[in-house]
């Protein structure tokens, strides 16, 4: 069983199901929040700095670390090491834990207000990347007191794309409402799914028997597959034995972000965006599906006090011999994401009081998280940000954002790290997200006339 643990700790450690930094949400000078809603604009127009201009990585789970971390003698073990009991490694684990990690990083971006300083129009090129992982109770059940049953939905996604989009937004209702679209072209890099539909474990005097059935689904560019055959001469690979061949886009696609913000009182504003629309169609030429049905036994199982203190070298291997599917590719749609604020202003519109509710469909489940922020903008060119946010079944943070937009640099950044519990190895043990977005770019043009004079020099 070594290699299972080995498998599930780098899962662990390699992901971490994510969103962008909801913090960014009620910045106004901030050219970020356009991916938000493309109804905001920033204060000024702006060119950002390729690959610089913004960056936004997230992790969430439904398990902080230190769940699955555990100091020994020093040092920090997983949850799967033998010094940790079952009662100690099961306390905290829910029936379903996703693991997630999401990263956009900005290669291209610039807008600007037209003629009339209302109208604003962006165009940007983003890369996108994402993973997630999806483990069941029931697994770590079998792997800490050898426990037998049916282990369901044990699965593992990864995507990376590029998009190009361009967004315009306007006013309406003499400027009491504001609506906004974006249009972007989607180009597939590469993608995959690998999943266990279930997988059937059975405990005996002196072995154990797994029965699974599972899948592989995945576009890789020019993929080529150096197939074997076993003993009754029928093809399988694994995934070993899938190579990368020319180095093309895997896919195409369209998506379009819709939003709007609308005063309804003139220090009260509510906005609503559904953004993400979309799909994105997969080449044949990529495609690599497979599925796989097993049954394999293994001797060499020892329990004592209903936990596992020795056991065989369990491998994927058998396990993950695939059968070529010759079915057709389809469409895929993109994970959709809705977005609702409100915020009210005081003090001549120095501080902002916002609350956001967003939603996200998964791979596996909707994710849902409320937000509640303080903005604090003395001057116009200088926004500070603490925002809270409530993210059901995967815990709570602390976000803390800085905004700076003068007449010659544009900058953001936004963590929920400062305010994180570290270990001596400087992993944040105590929290199920972990947010970074940074920006940086130059100021183009005049300033919008978007945000009326309350009283204030803008």
Known sequence: MKTLRMLLAALFLATGAAAQNPTAYFMEGSTFRTQFNPAFAPLRGYFNIPAAGGIDVNMNSSLALDDVLYPRNGKLVTIFDRSVTADEALRNIKENNLLGLDVRTN???????????????????????????????????????????????????????????????????????YVGAKAKVLVGLARAKVNFDYMNVTMHQDRWAVEAKGSIDANIPGA????????????????????????????????VDLGATYDVLPDLQVSLALT???????????????????????????????????????????????????????????????????????????????????????????????????????????????????AAGRGNSLGLALNLCPGWINFFVATDLATARFTPQYIPVRQRSANVTFGLGFPLGKRGLRIRDRNRNI
């Open 276 to 390: 993400d629309l979309g799909f994105m169609s997969w080449s044949k030429t990529s495609s690599v599906r497979g599925y796989s049905t097993a049954q394999v036994e293994y001797t060499g199982i020892t329990l004592e006090s209903g936990e596992v203190v020795s056991s065989p070298d369990f491998t994927f291997d058998e396990l993950l011999r695939f059968r070529p599917d010759d079915s057709q590719t389809k469409a895929r749609m993109l994970h959709a994401s809705l977005n609702a604020g409100a915020e009210y202003f005081v003090w001549d519109h120095r501080v902002g009081f916002g609350l956001l509710y967003r939603a996200r469909l998964d791979e596996y489940k909707a994710l849902h998280s409320v937000t509640g922020s303080v903005n604090f903008s003395p001057v116009r060119w200088f926004t500070l940000t603490a925002a809270y946010t409530l």
């Open 224 to 255: 080529e597959i150096d197939y074997r055959t076993d003993e009754s001469q029928r093809p399988y690979f694994g995934i070993d034995d899938i190579g990368l061949g020319s180095i093309k886009p895997a896919g195409y696609g369209f998506a």
């Open 107 to 177: 290669i291209l971006g610039f807008g600007k207000f037209t003629r009339n300083r209302k109208n604003f129009w962006a165009f940007d090129i983003n890369l996108h990347a994402a993973a997630g992982i999806n483990l069941p109770k029931s697994l770590f059940e079998f792997v800490k007191r050898g426990e037998e049953g049916v282990i369901r939905n044990f699965g593992a996604t990864a995507s990376t794309y590029l998009d190009a989009g361009f967004s315009y937004s306007f006013p309406l209702l003499g400027e009491k409402l």
